[in-house]
């Protein structure tokens, strides 16, 4: 790593000069960073580090509270619209609250320029490096895991939210009253590409995935959803069973797999196989139809694996998990006993109603009653601190529910994901007022935003989906070149003349390649090549 002196930024290997304040890097003899207070932070320990920074073990100063730490890295922290991205991206993802899911906790820059994430600080260890120890799980064992890490799942998809990178490195196992306790890591914030893991693909600064649990739709630049985080969640899980991954090979032969073939036979069969296989279909539409689906399932399968004894799951606080009815069950009838719910799970995986989840936990209330799943509800949520969650809980007593949309809210996801969506497709928002399918829509949006959000929420949800699908124009491309050729001429003036050529052979290249690209995949390509050359470029512009 390299490091400012002055500010302290770190930078990977290669950077010359700081993007904060200008001065010359020198290679790091140790880290900067251990040992200094960062806002209320103390910084004791780095943790590791990643795409688009390091990560620290830091003290609160007055709460005396351990948590994790992530400083961007100087070029990203000196770059305006990534700093404000990154912060929108933090404080939506804070919204999410659930013991299964690190908490984001708190965002900050320093008066010289470090800019830093503070999360809940996760014990224990990784679920790779657990694999790498364990090699096999037993089902049961892998059935409570995955059912924890789809119950983390299921409330952030309830709020909007894809993770789009579930692997076993960003899952924290911990032990809890003596039982292994997961959470989901990173869940949703900006990433960029790590130059020493090919391994990773991402692009411009959005997760796309790691290639070995890649969902097919991912692996084919298709949008990523809800249904993309179970099956890289059904290949966690086959990898626990088996004790490998179902696909090998470099990266091609991996995305290609993730596509095209089916997963060699697990050596086990049964109800936790089933549920593997439903997951790692490569239609969405044949996937279980929810993480809560798959939550509810496995808690399933770990206790019939038991035998009938309740989970181990530490957070299991009532261990009845057949889903509770959307609607007021009939009354019963005289007659013999039901028959009891099936536990083997056919291959085709048939829809099992999804229920009604608490705010906080991926566990369902049972049929019965409904004071004594009111109380148990309310118990459950002020347990776990939620005197918000419990009033939202009462409320429901009444014969007559008002339900509010937080507009404003939404309106923030839905500028993430637009944001999302342009820097997957290398564009801007001049573009949007440029091309012919989006001009008309952004210009409305334009003149709305800053207003009233329930007005913004329509225009901005067909503006998401013009952008998402828009052709791209040589014309728009062009322009956007024409905006980087004088900045690329005073860039000259602090490059060596070698860095300078190879940037502008790269420019009259692109320019070319713009004038003559032809039908829409041509032009798609163009458009994110640009991108990353204008991100490239901005490294290296001479700061005003």
Request: hydrophobic residues 40%; glycine residues 8%.
């Amino acid at each position: 790593m390299r490091v400012c002196e002055r500010c302290r930024s770190l930078y990977p290997p290669g950077a010359k000069f700081c993007s904060i304040d200008g001065q010359p890097l020198v290679d790091s003899n140790g880290d900067p960073l251990v040992g200094i207070d960062l806002g209320r932070y103390r910084i004791a320990e780095l943790l590791g580090r990643g795409g688009c920074g390091s990560v620290y073990r830091a003290t609160h100063n007055e709460l005396g509270t351990d948590f994790a730490l992530k400083v961007l890295y100087g070029h990203l922290a000196a770059e305006g619209n990534y700093v404000e991205r990154f912060r929108r991206e933090a404080q939506a993802v804070s919204r999410i609250r659930s013991p299964w899911v690190a908490s984001v906790i708190d965002f900050g820059s320093s008066d010289n320029g470090l800019t830093y994430l503070v999360m809940e600080f996760c014990t224990g260890t990784t679920l790779d490096r657990l694999i790498a120890r364990d090699k096999v799980f037993a089902p049961g064992r892998a059935a409570r895991l995955i059912a924890q890490i789809a119950s983390g799942l299921s409330v952030a998809h309830k709020l909007g939210f894809v993770h789009r990178d579930i692997k076993p490195a960003n899952i924290a196992v911990d032990t809890v009253n003596g039982a292994e306790f997961a959470k989901v890591l990173d869940f949703g914030i900006v990433q960029l590409a790590d130059p020493g893991d090919s391994g990773k693909l991402t692009r411009e600064g959005i997760i796309m995935g790691t290639p070995a649990y890649m969902s097919p739709e991912q692996a084919t630049a298709k949008e990523a959803t809800a249904k993309s985080d179970l099956y890289s969640l059904g290949v966690v899980l086959y990898h626990l069973l088996a004790g490998q991954k179902p696909f090998k090979g470099g990266v091609a032969e991996l995305m290609d797999q993730q596509v095209n073939r089916a997963p060699e036979p697990l050596p086990l069969t049964g109800p936790i196989a089933d549920l593997t296989y439903a997951l790692l279909a490569k239609d969405p539409d044949k996937r279980p139809a929810s993480a809560q689906v798959v939550a509810e399932t496995a808690k399933r399968i770990e206790i019939d694996l038991r035998g009938g004894e309740p989970s181990l799951d530490p957070a299991d606080l009532d261990h009845t998990i057949e889903p509770a009815p959307l609607t007021p069950p009939p009354q019963p009838k005289p007659g013999p006993e039901p028959e009891p719910h099936p536990t083997r799970i056919s291959a085709a995986f048939p829809a099992i109603a999804p229920s009604l989840e608490p705010l906080s936990t991926g566990t369902s209330l049972p049929a019965q009653p409904r004071s004594r799943a009111l109380a148990i509800a309310v118990a459950l949520v002020l347990a776990l601190g939620g005197t918000g969650a419990a009033y939202w809980f009462l409320a429901q007593e009444g014969p007559k529910v008002e339900i509010k949309v937080d507009y404003a809210a939404r309106v923030v996801d839905l500028e993430l994901e637009l944001e999302r969506v342009l820097d997957m497709r290398g564009l801007s928002d001049d573009a949007l007022a440029a091309l012919p399918a989006t001009k008309a829509v952004y210009a409305r949006y334009t003149a709305l935003k800053g207003g009233d959000p329930a007005s913004v929420d329509p225009v901005l949800r067909e503006l998401l989906e013009l952008a998402r699908k828009a052709p791209i124009t040589s014309e728009v491309l062009t322009a956007h070149l024409d905006g980087l050729d004088s900045k690329l001429a005073e860039a000259g003036a602090r490059l060596s003349p070698e860095e300078f050529e190879r940037l502008k052979a790269n420019y009259l290249e692109l320019y070319r390649l713009a004038n003559h690209a032809s039908s829409d995949s041509e032009l798609d390509t163009v458009a994110q090549s640009i991108r990353r050359f204008e991100r490239e470029f901005w490294k290296t512009k001479p700061r005003n």
